[in-house]
């Protein structure tokens, strides 16, 4: 139970973090780590944000954020310092490219994804990261299902406002939600600057239109077939896919994207599909599967805007100088995967950008 509440009105904190997903959770550890007061406010019953794993009979259902890669420098040391393993993506064998459904698919070497160069998933799924934090950080400093509408400088200090009215105040307030999502789920009091505005509604957020699924089966046969597992149809519902198994576990699954248009079929209708396609591409026995979960990203709304990216570019306005400026003199500070200037979008990129603005509150709190 967060303590976290309205005496914190009269007792005011260090700060208070928006948003319970990665670069929310990464921030609050390492403020806590630097002896500051700090609490985090989430909207969702739940903390992950685009980190979405689903654990059932020991089988995971990898739904959000995946891979980690060589270059996610600052996040494999924060996930080496959490004592969490990365295992390797099984990438043996042939990939399969589907460019019509009348004719076999086309057979690739799967180093023309990857350049040949290993990328990672996160043993026992990626939700270890999140979940680690949280332990770190202590239930008592999280406050779920609040959700934040309002937020208000006042002379010292800010105040963050919940849709149950409940009023928090801190000296300074991070906010992790994409960009695109802020300006139109929170009103600012004084309104931002109508440049960072103009940048918030035009920056892009990452696969907030996507389909992601798992499927697990009892047999990983397609390995039996010099298969990698690895498939990309241009014809199909399914977009992309990749061998999800962990022969050690005595799991065997696929995981993948499926097109935009696919959220307009129900839950029930996604997976006929994807078995269907599943069974064209790597042969009847797909069809023997035993649990098939997906997400459907762009309607999510306390990740996804409401128009999603319709109109932007990928990664557009990722890191813009604007969006990453603190405002209301310096208390209101701006954290998220979309903030960051290097890989942004992904986890590497919302690791980085909580270290960023630790840094900014760590310099001004000694001014
Ligand atoms: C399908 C999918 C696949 C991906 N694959 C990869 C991958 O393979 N590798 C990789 O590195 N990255 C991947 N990503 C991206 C990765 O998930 C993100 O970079 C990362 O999780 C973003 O973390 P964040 O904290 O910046 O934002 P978020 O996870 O979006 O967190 C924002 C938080 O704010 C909360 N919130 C929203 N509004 C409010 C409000 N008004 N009040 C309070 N709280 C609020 C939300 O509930 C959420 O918890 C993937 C994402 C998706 C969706």
């Known amino acids: 139970m967060c303590d976290l509440d309205t005496k914190d009105e009269v007792k005011q904190i260090d700060v208070i973090v928006v948003g319970a997903g990665l670069a929310g959770l990464t921030a609050t550890y ?18 992950g ?4 794993t689903v654990v059932e ?11 980690v890669f060589d270059h996610n420098t600052t996040l494999r040391t924060l996930l080496k310092k959490l004592n969490i393993k990365l295992y390797n993506q099984f990438v043996e064998g042939l990939g399969l490219y589907e460019i019509d459904k ?9 180093k023309q994804v990857s350049g040949g160069t290993p990328y990672y998933k996160i043993k ?10 949280f332990q770190l950080i202590g239930e008592d400093f999280v406050k779920l299902g609040t959700k934040i509408k309002a937020i208000e400088s006042k002379h010292e200090h800010i105040k963050v406002i919940s849709e149950k009215g409940e009023k928090f105040k801190a000296r300074y307030v991070i906010v992790t939600v994409p960009p695109r999502l802020l300006e139109t789920s929170i009103s600012f009091h004084p309104i931002l600057p109508s440049e960072k505005v103009a940048v918030m509604r035009s920056t892009h957020t990452w696969m907030a239109e996507s ?8 047999q990983d046969f397609w ?43 129900s839950l029930k209708e996604r997976e006929k599909i994807v078995v269907e396609d599943l069974v064209r591409i790597l042969g009847e026995e797909a069809s023997d599967y035993i649990a098939y979960k997906d997400a459907t990203w762009a309607d999510a709304p306390l990740t996804s805007s409401v128009s999603v990216n319709r109109g932007l570019t990928i990664h557009q306005y990722n890191g813009h100088d604007v969006l990453v400026r603190p405002e209301m003199n310096g208390k209101l500070l701006f954290a998220g995967a979309e903030t960051s200037k290097i890989n942004p979008g992904y ?12 840094k900014e509150i760590e310099k001004a709190s000694k001014n």
Do not use: C
């Open 223 to 265: 390995r039996n077939k010099g298969l990698a597992g690895m498939i990309v149809s241009g014809v199909g519902t399914i977009m992309e896919v990749q061998d999800h198994s962990s022969p050690e576990d005595g799991t065997y699954a696929l995981l993948g994207f499926l097109r935009e248009d696919a959220i307009t079929l």
């Open 211 to 218: 389909i992601k699924f798992t499927i697990h089966f009892t």
């Open 102 to 110: 009348a004719n076999r698919p086309h057979g690739f070497d799967t």
């Open 30 to 47: 390492l403020l806590k780590m630097k002896g500051f007061n700090v609490r985090v406010v989430e909207a969702d019953s739940k903390i």
């Open 347 to 358: 986890m590497e990129g919302a690791v980085l950008s909580a270290f960023r603005v630790v």
């Open 49 to 52: 944000g685009r980190i979405k």
């Open 57 to 67: 009979d020991r089988r995971i259902y990898e739904l959000g954020a995946t891979w």
């Open 124 to 133: 026992g799924g990626s939700a270890q990261i999140v979940q680690k934090l």
